[in-house]
C-alpha cells in the first residue's frame, strides 16, 4: 500500500518524491529518532475524518524527542497542523495509518543534539483481515529491550531493530507474529502490539514495568473495557499462563484489536476469537469511527475542526 502523494517535512507539505532528508544525517547513522503510528477512521454517515487520540500520540512524541536530548522538542499545536495540513492535501476521505518522525538532522556526531527534524505521512488502509480472523503468535527467541539498555516506553527508531528481528523470525517460521519476554523471562509485548488475555473472566495485562510501550490503545482498551463491567488486571505475567488462558488479543494504533488463536501452536480457549474479544473490539471500533460519543475529546475531525 504506498504512502499519499504529499508529505510533511518540517511543517511544510512537499510531494512524495521531494520528502528527503541526508544520507548521513544522524537518524541514518545513529537511529536518533522517535516516531508516532497513528490512524484517521472515516465516519461516512458524519462525513468526517477523525484521527485517533491525536493528543496522546503527539505528548508521547515530545516525550521521546526530551529524553533522546534533541534540542528542539516540536510544540504539539506544530505537529498537529503539519500532520493535518498533510492530511487535507492528500484530500484524504478514508481510514488511514499515519506516521509521524521527529529525527536527528545535520552530519554530526554521536551525541549531537540538533537540528532536529520532523515528517508526516499517511496510508490508505483497507480494514484488515487479522482482526476478523485471528492470528498465530510465536513467542520470540529474542529477548525484549529493557528499560535501562533501549526504554521501549520511548517509541525510538532504533528499538525497532529488536522488533524486526522477532518479526522476521516469527514470519521465518509460519507465525503471524511474534510475543517477547523481558530479560526476566515475563511476558512483554509484541513487535508492534501490547497483549491482552481472558482468565478466569477478567483481562489481564502486562503492567507498564514489563517493558512494554505505554500503549494508547492498551489505555483505550483499559477504559472501554472497564465501562462495559469487565475487571482488567495490570501485573506481571508468565508465558505458561497464556497457554491457560481463555481468550487472547493484540492491540495497537496499527493492529487494531487482533483476537491472538494460538501461542507456538497451542490453542488458546478454543483456538477461534472469544466473546470478551469480540465485545472489545466491537467497542473499540465504535470509538475511533466516532460512532459511540462517549469519549469525543478522542476525536480530532480533520475537515470540520472545531
Ligand atoms: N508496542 C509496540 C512495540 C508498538 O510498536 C506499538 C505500536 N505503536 C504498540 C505497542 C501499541 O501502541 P499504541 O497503542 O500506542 O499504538
Known sequence: MPTSPFMSLNGRVVPYAECTIHAFSGVVKYGAGVFEGLRAYWNAEREELFVFRLKEHLDRLRYGMKVLRFDTVFEADFMAKSLLDMIRANALR????????AFLDGDDELAATGPVGLVCGAIPRPPSKAVLDGVHVAVSTYGRLSDNVLPPRVKSTANYVNNR??????????????????????????????????????????????DILESITRDTVIQLAREMGMTVIERTIDRHEVYAADEAFWCGSGFEIQ??????????????????TRDVQRAYFAAVEGRSNTHPDWLTPVWAPT
Open 94 to 101: 478514508e481510514n488511514a495509518h499515519l506516521r509521524m518522525i
Open 165 to 210: 528481528a522477532a518479526e522476521m523470525e516469527a514470519k521465518r517460521n509460519g507465525y503471524n507474529g511474534v510475543l517477547m519476554l523481558t530479560g526476566q523471562g515475563k511476558v512483554s509485548e509484541g513487535s508492534g502490539a501490547c497483549f491482552f488475555m481472558v482468565r478466569n473472566g477478567a483481562l489481564h495485562t502486562p503492567d507498564v514495568a514489563s
Open 259 to 276: 483476537p491472538i488463536l494460538t501461542l507456538d501452536r497451542l490453542a488458546i480457549g478454543t483456538g477461534t476469537p472469544g466473546s470478551m
